[in-house]
């Protein structure tokens, strides 16, 4: 770990694609006189501000509130989604955690459901239509009983809020050999199944969504638990077993039913 | 011109009940036949988008980022207010009422206020029941915490992330409404223009940011939930893609910008390490329930904080406002971190902060117990800075985060332009010269659930709308101002970049029309200003074309609209001669340095009207009344 202050160099390999019918290819650059107490994106908009400075075009990342909770920010840095770091999205990944003279390879999430927009920034709607296809409680406005009506066990309310922490980034599709959705949709899944407010709509919910991750292309899952590693909010594999039972439970005793009754 | 708030009449408690029997009703098989264009979808535009759908409009919503779920409600950390007195200790829909009041300094509307504390029960229930996991005690009932301003707990939150769970509740909700097929989505979409034909807003113009091309939509109504300016100063607590556009655009198609010179800047917020900075950090207000701020007494202090003896610490805030202590409202305790560090007295190695120090609340609750409270914010600080807050106190500093002027709306949330009206952030309307923390997520999501759905078919019933398609001339008016635009960046072809000019104004405004304000000041902006503005025109750099996925010119596009924007709020910072909330004029304070306000002459809402480029703005007044909450100088002692 370098020390703030004392300037480190880097050489970046970093992926430039003009369009989704571009091919694509490793771009190579020098970037020098970076700080310590750079977070990896500002590293990344020193280089921008340089190729700007010599009229070359920039390279294209999404970002947006750089503090770790938008899930905007992406990047597989040296084969790692989010980079190094654990629990850390790369706008909270700060340089001080390379060493200076290192080659970093910096690439896009890279997955047949995420098609590339540009350079580093892909398309992660799908994460939107699986969400429309039953990630929510279906209450409408002005029909909520009162909030302290429900009680909800603490512990259950911590665990749902575990999950609920998910920021759909997308990190778990890139970390993951086969490009599966489970740990966004499991983390979904479990936040709305340990609150009784989502009770009703148990069922339907985790059937909706397995089939909507399914026919966007994402792949199985075969328990590498790279997601849970890669995951920068930490949400655990263990609420992949719970949409596994969920799924099981709804898809043997309820599915039939659910299918003839109006949706 | 005066302006007419169409605030209802009769006593405050019952405003909003009349005007709500008042307004017009739509035929429910009618709703169908009109198109909404919401544009935003952080908790305003998203709750707004949810709620209408449901009651069977048509609604096309817009959001710049690649998903609804983006929007930077996303990161506001600390609570949400609700008079629910469920600590029961001595709330109120009136007190909520009350302290929103004067927390901002006397200059909001009492009957807009006093509507939003009504409503902020409905927002706990609904959020709830859409499975927000707010913090609960062991009994399984809802937990509180308390926020600047108020002497009561009435801020719900969940854990540090509350910004995100409500998001995520009003996503989902519009999720719901989109799955269901009354809400079409258009994410990557950047409104560039307002449409105004016959006297109404009837559509937008965008540009979709993936392919470049413009786009026209049209509809018979346009909600603006696209946040506030704080990115004005380069560095703020904002997300990098947050700006002034849509409203501008607004503004410049008839729509008053009210109070924009009303900015707050946050007390607790990560110091600044260097020139690479690109965005600060917040630290959540509710910090201050258990952190204890404090710089050294003695001037140029250089020891580390644990070898400053308790008897030479200075805990200002517990010194001067005993009653308040360190949960001061937001623009005192930033007030005071500047004056301290005036003094010589700032911490750190650029001496630009103070200390928010949590050692006594360790000893006296344990680790582990601060751990659950603040875990998720404790671990971001550490991320940045490196170092570890549960062992040497947090260096904080001041920085911009909310903005509290907007565009103008009255009573009904609607501008000044028919049709077209804001929500959230984005107006003017319920905090005054300064924002209570844990206010801003009540009110977005008040305007959006709550008062949307009942005004916005009050003004769909006021009379039958002429039949207005994409091919009105007015959209190809808008389209091709749009386009020319773009095409004046893109053919400049300087050498310098969008963002380095974005610094430049950043300083500028953070200098002259920061924390504190002066008549010399801000002159000197107003000199600066179109300076920078013509060197940006000169030679600003934007590689690329237009017809593609191109972020430098977006950059480009709202630097250039901050250019313009921000020599209105300086225009208004000089114009308002008193000091109230955040907006600090030098020249205007008490003996104690307390923001001294001048009733007599402007206890009223300044809003601009646009007379054309190159023209003056005329500055049109909303007196404000006070009649139920007495006007008085706040303390917090």
Redesign the interface.
Same mark, same amino acid.
Request: glycine letters at 10%; hydrophobic letters at 30%; proline letters at 5%.
């Given at each position: 770990m370098s020390a703030s202050g004392e300037a480190m160099n880097f050489t970046l390999k970093v992926w430039r694609q003009k369009s989704a019918k571009d091919a694509g290819r490793f771009a190579s650059y020098e970037v020098s006189g970076v700080s310590g107490d750079m977070s990896f994106l500002e590293m990344l908009d020193l280089l921008n501000e340089r190729l700007i400075a010599k009229g070359e075009e920039p390279v294209a990342f999404d970002h947006d509130c750089r503090e770790g909770i938008c899930g905007m920010c992406s990047l597989v840095i040296n084969g790692q989604a989010h980079g190094p770091e654990r629990n850390t999205t790369t706008c909270q990944l700060y340089m001080r955690r390379f060493k200076s003279g290192e080659t970093i390879i910096v690439e896009p999430f890279r997955a047949r459901a995420f098609p590339a927009i540009r350079d580093l920034a892909v398309d992660r709607s799908a994460f939107d239509r699986i969400t429309a296809a039953g990630g929510f409680i279906s209450t409408n406005t002005g029909s909520a009983p009162e909030a302290n009506s429900v009680p909800v066990a603490k512990p259950k309310a911590e665990a749902a809020m575990d999950a609920a922490a998910c920021i759909g980034c997308g990190a778990c599709v890139a970390a993951c050999p086969n490009a599966a959705a489970m740990l966004f949709v499991a983390a979904k899944v479990s936040h709305l199944s340990l609150l009784p407010q989502g009770l009703p709509e148990r069922e339907r919910r985790v059937l909706a969504m397995r089939k909507a991750m399914d026919a966007e292309g994402f792949g199985n899952c075969s328990n590498e638990y790279e997601c849970e590693a890669a995951c920068p909010k930490g949400i655990s594999v263990s609420n992949i077993a719970r949409l596994n039972r969920e799924y099981a439970r709804a898809a043997l005793f309820f599915s039939d039913h659910l299918e003839s009754g109006s949706s | 011109m005066t302006l007419d708030s169409r605030v209802p009449s009769g006593p405050i408690e019952k405003k909003w009940d009349k005007h709500r029997f008042d307004l017009k009703l739509v035929n429910p098989a009618n709703k169908r036949k009109f198109d909404i264009l919401v544009v935003g979808t952080g908790l305003a535009g998203s *709750?707004a988008a949810? #709620?209408l759908a449901?009651l069977g409009y048509n609604v096309k919503v817009f959001c710049l980022? %690649? *998903?609804? @779920? @983006?929007?930077?409600s996303?990161?506001a950390q600390g609570g949400i207010n609700a008079a629910?007195n469920?600590p029961n200790d001595g709330d109120s829909v009136w007190r909520l009422f009350y302290d929103t009041v004067k927390g901002g300094d006397f200059r909001s509307r009492e009957a807009n206020v006093y509507r939003l504390a009504q409503i902020s #029960?409905?927002i706990? %229930?609904?959020? &709830?029941? +859409?499975?927000v996991? /707010? !913090? @609960?005690?062991? $009994?399984?009932?809802?937990a509180n915490r308390s926020f600047g301003g108020a002497q009561v707990s009435r801020t719900f939150y969940?854990?540090g992330?509350t910004g995100?769970?409500l998001l995520?509740g009003a996503? *989902?909700?519009l999720? @719901?409404q &989109? $799955?269901l097929g009354k809400v079409q989505?258009f994410?990557r979409r950047e409104m560039l223009d307002l449409v105004v034909a016959d006297g109404a807003a009837r559509g937008i113009i965008c540009r979709n940011l993936?392919t470049g091309e413009l786009e026209s939509y049209a509809g018979h109504a346009v909600l603006l939930c696209t946040g506030g300016y704080g990115n004005m100063f380069y560095l703020s607590?904002n !997300?990098? *893609?947050g700006n002034v556009t849509a409203t501008w655009r607004a503004y410049k198609r008839g729509a008053y910008f009210a109070n924009p010179c009303f900015t707050q800047i946050h007390p607790t917020c990560i110091p600044v390490? $260097?020139e690479?900075? #690109?965005?600060l950090? +917040?630290m959540s207000e509710s910090l201050r329930n258990d952190g204890r701020v404090w710089v050294p007494k003695k001037k140029g202090d250089a020891r580390a904080p644990e070898s400053i003896p308790e008897a030479e610490r200075d805990y200002y805030l517990e010194r001067k406002y005993p009653s308040f202590g360190n949960l001061v409202p937001r623009d005192v305790a930033s007030r005071n971190a500047k004056q301290v560090i005036d003094e010589g007295r700032g911490v750190g190695t650029t001496k630009l902060a103070v200390y928010l120090d949590f050692a006594d609340a360790i000893k006296r609750m344990g680790e582990s117990a601060i751990r659950e409270k603040y875990g998720n914010l404790f %671990?971001?600080y550490q991320?940045?800075t490196?170092e570890n807050p549960y062992k040497t106190p947090m260096r904080i500093y001041p920085a911009v985060h909310y903005t509290m002027g907007g565009l103008w709306v009255d009573y009904n949330l609607m501008t000044t332009v028919p049709g077209l009206f804001c929500l959230g952030e984005a107006n003017f309307s319920d905090h005054g010269s300064n924002r209570l923390g844990a206010s801003a997520l009540m009110q977005g999501l008040a305007d959006g659930? /709550?008062v949307i759905?009942y005004t916005l078919g009050g003004y769909l019933t006021r009379g039958s709308l002429p039949k207005t398609g994409t091919d009105h001339p007015a959209f190809r008016q808008a389209e091709n101002n749009a386009r020319g635009r773009i095409d004046k960046i893109l053919s400049v072809g300087g050498? =310098? =970049?969008p963002? =380095?000019f974005h610094k430049k104004l950043g300083a500028i405004m953070w200098d002259y029309c920061g924390m504190s304000r002066s008549e010399t000041g801000l002159r000197k902006a107003l000199a600066e200003i179109p300076k920078l503005r013509e060197e940006f025109w000169g030679s600003v #750099? &934007?590689? $690329?074309g237009g017809e593609? /996925?191109n972020?430098?010119l977006e950059r480009a596009g709202r630097v250039a609209d901050f250019l313009e924007f921000s020599e209105l709020v300086v225009k208004d910072a000089l114009e308002r001669r008193e000091s109230c909330g955040g907006h600090f004029r030098e020249e205007y304070q008490t003996p104690d340095n307390e923001a001294k306000r001048d009733d007599a002459n402007f206890s009223h809402v300044a809003a601009w009207r646009y007379q054309g480029a190159g023209a003056e703005p005329e500055l049109c007044k909303e007196p404000l009344a006070f009649e139920n909450v007495h006007l008085a100088q706040r303390s917090y002692v």
């Open positions: - | *709750s949810a #709620s449901q980022q %690649d *998903s609804p @779920r @983006r929007a930077h996303i990161a629910k469920y #029960s409905s706990i %229930d609904q959020c &709830v029941a +859409l499975g996991p /707010f !913090a @609960r005690e062991y $009994g399984g009932l809802l969940a854990r992330q995100q769970q995520l996503y *989902s909700a999720m @719901r &989109v $799955g989505m994410t993936v607590t !997300a990098a *893609s390490t $260097g690479h900075q #690109s965005k950090t +917040l %671990d971001m991320h940045i490196g659930y /709550f759905p050498k =310098s =970049s963002g =380095s #750099s &934007v590689p $690329g593609e /996925f972020q430098n």
